[in-house]
């Protein structure tokens, strides 16, 4: 588990700083607070990992004098609460360090705090772009800034040759603070997004569903899905009823969601079934005690924040998912980790996708909506039938069309980076000239 990976390193540090700053021959104690939802996957995960880096440092460095102690609090998913319980610690506690807090809402107050109390606020789930270090000398962000995974996410869309995406997103600071980065690296590579699905905290199923349909009516099939855990479960759910988790449907998730994947119901995951999910891409090791070494030669704290790293592009299928590929800022998208990309458009240099609805085949990413205006497209029988040729069936009355122009329209509008809905309308034939003239067919384009 990803964010149990990140505390137990982060735990870890914390504990051989704090005995190599001890001079003195006695027991040292340093005093911790932790503010977490404790109703929450990331704070029951948070938690465990932090009592289980705790007893594992101390079982093998006995003579260790120095001792953390941790003083927990839950926030109860509570930006105000939050804020008094930080306070509480600062003022009757004496933290030297603040862990968390668990949302970037409440990071942005409680390091406010930090910096006036100079006690470090060190979060590792507070991923919002807005929160910057820079402005807040204290706040150390002991995970990657969310606009770290803008650009892996343009690779995959570009590596598919879609052109127009919708962004799903929950209405917080976490879900808005993302958004300006992801359509600043969008338009960089001439990707739409003619649409901004925004979710509120406080929406039911039954108003999920409402802009399900909504999105439906539209031309985009490729969505961006940026919220919660809690809240992404229900969105899932609700499209796979609706029936957008079939063919021809594209959902990219990103890490806030896919790092948490293995925690997830077993119904969630199922109804994800051919998304595909950006994830937080950590090195499987076992040998933590030489830990900082290592943390400091790949990882390095940059501007008090990690530094951009490595994602992994996993596939959901059945209960679980597969790897997909890698994208690194140096070679971009690759099949393999740190090998160079050699990717083309529509031929991605990944390992196989399926897709919403089992299919193999990439997705348009575009669709005819299922409401609108169609195109009329007037044809006109001619006498060079090698250029357009108009036949009628005696028996369903429909117009089959066919000759160059024909082939060359069609080809036309397969190349646009949208759908457009269109029918032919039959005006005139041989067997008909009562119906006008070739000036008067032209006359009608008006």
């Known amino acids: 588990m990803e964010i149990g990976n990140r505390i137990i390193l982060l735990l870890l540090l914390l504990a ?29 995960i948070s938690i465990t990992s932090i009592s289980l880096a705790l007893e594992d440092f101390y079982a093998a460095h006995q003579n260790y004098s120095t001792k953390l102690l941790l003083h927990i609090r839950d926030s109860m998913n509570d930006d105000v609460r939050a804020a008094s319980q930080a306070l509480d610690l600062l003022e009757n506690y ?14 942005i107050f409680i390091s406010d705090l930090g910096t006036k109390s100079h006690v470090p606020i060190v979060s590792f789930t ?48 976490y879900g808005r603070g993302f958004i300006p980065y ?31 349909y909504k999105l439906m009516t539209m031309q985009t099939r490729v969505y961006i899905v940026h919220m919660s855990s809690a809240l ?54 076992t040998e933590l005690n030489n830990f900082t070494t290592r943390w400091n030669m790949r990882f390095d704290l940059s501007d008090r924040q990690l530094a951009v790293s490595t994602f992994q592009i996993i596939n959901i299928i059945g209960r679980g998912w597969r790897e997909i ?26 390992n196989p996708v399926i897709w919403p609805g089992e ?54 509008l397969k190349r646009l980076p949208y759908a457009v809905p269109y029918e032919y309308v039959l005006f005139g034939s041989p067997e008909d000239t009562s119906r006008g003239s070739y000036d008067d067919f032209v006359y009608q384009v008006y």
């Open 16 to 44: 051989e700083t704090a005995i190599a700053q001890n001079s003195s021959g006695g027991t040292q104690e340093v005093h911790v607070g932790v503010i977490l939802d404790l109703g929450s996957i990331v704070g029951k």
């Open 232 to 285: 992404a479960s229900t969105l899932f759910i609700k499209a796979k009823e609706v029936g957008m988790m079939a063919k021809g449907y594209v959902w990219i998730i990103t890490d806030g969601v896919t790092n948490l994947i293995d925690s997830l119901h077993p119904s969630v995951v199922e109804s994800m079934n051919g998304a595909l999910g950006v994830h937080f891409y950590v090195p499987k090791s």
């Open 325 to 350: 590929g890698f994208w690194t800022a140096q070679n971009g998208l690759s099949r393999k980790l740190n090998q160079p990309q050699s990717a083309t458009e529509n031929s991605p240099d990944l």
């Open 126 to 173: 507070a991923t919002s772009p807005t929160l910057s270090p820079r402005s807040l000398p204290y706040f150390v962000r002991a995970t990657l800034n969310d606009s770290a995974q803008v650009s892996c996410i343009a690779s995959t869309i570009m590596a598919y040759g879609w052109r127009m995406v919708a962004p799903i997103y929950e209405d917080t600071e």
């Open 94 to 107: 004496n933290v030297e360090m603040i862990i968390g807090p668990e949302k970037s809402s409440q990071a």
């Open 359 to 412: 299919s193999i085949e990439i997705p348009r990413g575009f669709e005819v909506p299922s409401i609108g205006k169609k195109l009329r497209v007037g044809v006109h029988s001619s006498g060079y039938q090698q250029f357009i040729k108009v036949e009628k069936d005696q028996i369903t009355d429909a117009t089959k069309e066919t000759g160059l122009s024909v082939d060359v329209f069609e080809e036309a």
């Open 182 to 212: 992801l359509i600043d690296v969008l338009q960089e590579v001439n990707v739409q997004v003619p649409y901004r699905s925004v979710i509120p905290l406080s929406v039911t199923s039954e108003q999920i569903t409402q802009e399900l």
